[in-house]
């Protein structure tokens, strides 16, 4: 099971980034995967996650900014992040859950290696 994480970089608030998660080594439709971000000094925090069954969900802060996608032609999962924020400054991981729900971070098995997104003027 591998999960590579990929599309961060430095942008203007008010800019926009397309994150994707590939995956590879099983079946994306059986599992939920959930985005999660760390910023320095703070815990990793979910952001918003994709259900084997179609259902989306976003943390409270990125709510109508981000979109959350799945691929599974091409086995990704996408985050689709615009009106960015200084506070969106963050390292993202992409995880997969143990199961097709979306739950706690306790639940999440698998990650990816992260990719850096910073807001800034």
């Not at 999660?36 to 709510?63: H, I, L, M, W």
């Not at 691929?71 to 990704?76: D, F, L, M, Q, V």
């Not at 979306?102 to 990719?115: F, S, V």
Request: charged share 15%; glycine share 16%; aromatic share 10%.
């Amino acid at each position: 099971v591998q999960l590579q994480a990929s599309g961060g970089g430095l942008v203007q608030p008010g800019g926009s980034l397309r994150l994707s998660c590939a995956a590879s080594g099983f079946t994306l439709d059986h599992h939920a995967i959930g985005w999660f971000r760390q910023a320095p000094g703070k815990e990793r925090e979910g952001v918003s996650c994709s259900s084997s069954d179609g259902n989306t969900f976003y943390v409270d802060s990125v709510k109508g900014r981000f979109t959350v996608s799945r691929g599974n032609a091409r086995n990704t999962v996408s985050l689709q992040m615009n009106s960015l924020k200084p506070e969106d400054t963050a390292v993202y991981y992409c995880g997969r859950h143990s199961g097709g729900g979306c739950g706690g971070l306790e639940d999440y098995e698998y990650w990816g290696q992260g990719t850096l997104v910073t807001v800034s003027s």
